[in-house]
């Protein structure tokens, strides 16, 4: 069986609601805070370890299952470009999206 | 198509018109480039893969009917917003949304992620994309 490799996840962006929707932000969007308010639990530069594809402690869980796939195949060695062992993959969040950076450690 | 109905329609719900699922219209609100995401320093190995969704562009239109991928929508983001399309489907409201039967659901793609407006025929959105 192919060795499961640990998957480094830096949190790289949280994306505000003015950068979705520019100004005209919908009025019908019930979450705290304005225009700037991003993901509440997660805030770029975070890092995490994900060992045996397992969610690491503080991470959240729909983003999880949303980068689930991404981080199952670069932990079984595949590549998805180039770098062959990095790969961005963003929670759907439509509101407040997160990109996070996937790694393979060796 | 026949058994549609007003979310919300307590008299349609009880004659059991509520049993068959919902049509989904699926509306791009946005498309991210690979510039706003890394604020202009884009790595090397996601560059070769162009500046933004080369599939969707903002204001495009879907319906989805008995949970089928629509024609033309990309099939790795029908995967990604697939749970909240199934969700809406099946009467389903989210609690962030203060109108019933909306939702916001973006693609997974981290350098140039595509985000959707989904909305159960018959719901209202309030949101004007002009």
Redesign the interface.
Known sequence: MNKISKIKITV??G?SRS????E?I??????PGGSDARCGLHTAGQTFISIDLQRPEGFCDWAFT??HK?LVFLAYGNKF???GK??????????N?V???LERME | MHGRYEPGDIQARENGVGDEMSRVKITVVKCFSNEEIFDGDVPEEVSRYGSKCHKHHPGQEFIMEDLNCPAGLCTWAYTDIYRDLVHLAWEGDFPWIKVPGVTFSSCTDGQKPVIFMLERMGARAGLSLN
């Open positions: 790289l962006k994306l950068e979705v929707f520019g005209d919908p009025h019908i969007i019930d979450k949303d980068i991404d470009n180039r770098s990095i790969q961005y993959a963003a929670c759907t969040d439509g509101t999206p990109i996070f950076k």
